[in-house]
């Protein structure tokens, strides 16, 4: 059975300062992989997306991923917050050949200035 | 690039009541469509998927249903609330790399 871990439920972190916000999944087959961002009362944004090639992936707002196969993480960090980057965060996967994302329950990060 | 639009933006609802919540979306064809629900302070439960009009898959049993009547618009229905039923609801297309793109949500308060 697939299922995604966020391990940290709350991450509060100063302005600029670094932070890394960390998703585990389990799956028996290739997955595809995805970090989404909600902001209050909004719809959920796509951060970015891990389908295949280079494990480092690039997203929007200076945020990065990294794909690590052998630990199935997938990890998100970005090397100085603001404070415009407190929101929800959620990890996402797609297990290949599925018609769904499975969500892990997310992980809210507030900025401290 | 895909748009989803949903409707209404908050509702309140008497426990009881009917519902219809209704989505639609622009700049694809076909879509993968879903309704997920999300309660204070969780994450996202996902209560419906279609694949195309007219087949839908349920994911969690309960007193909500969906329909899709045209290939584009996504219907979430109820016969008669409960207080459970309150949450911010969001819809969701497909993406051509299996990503979903979310509509802006309709928060749904059953008093």
């Known amino acids: 059975a697939q299922s995604v871990t966020q391990l940290d439920s709350q991450v509060p972190v100063f302005e600029e300062a670094p932070v890394e916000l960390r998703c585990n999944y389990s799956?028996?087959?290739?997955?595809?992989l995805f970090w989404y961002v909600q902001y209050p009362n909004q719809g959920l944004q796509l951060l970015l997306k891990y389908l295949s090639g280079s494990t480092l992936v690039k997203g929007i707002n200076g945020f990065e991923a990294e794909f690590n196969k052998s630990q199935t993480s997938f990890h998100l960090r970005k090397p100085s917050v603001h404070i415009s980057d407190t929101a929800e965060y959620f990890c996402?996967?797609?297990?290949?050949?599925?018609?769904?994302?499975?969500f892990g329950t997310g992980t809210r990060l507030t900025v401290i200035p | 690039s895909q748009t989803i639009h949903q409707w209404p933006a908050t509702l309140v609802q008497p426990v009881g009541s009917p519902l219809s919540l209704e989505c639609t979306v622009e700049g694809t064809s076909n879509p993968n469509l879903y309704w997920y629900r999300q309660a204070a302070g969780r994450g996202l439960q996902l209560l419906f998927y279609s694949v195309g009009i007219g087949q839908i898959s349920s994911e969690v049993p309960q007193n909500l249903s969906a329909s899709r009547p045209q290939d584009r618009q996504f219907i979430l229905s109820s016969k008669k609330l409960l207080l459970s039923d309150s949450g911010f609801y969001l819809c969701a297309c497909r993406g051509p790399s299996y990503e979903q793109y979310f509509g802006p949500g309709t928060r749904l308060t059953v008093t």
């Open positions: 996402a996967v797609d297990q290949t050949g599925a018609n769904n994302l499975f």
């Open positions: 799956s028996s087959v290739s997955v595809y």
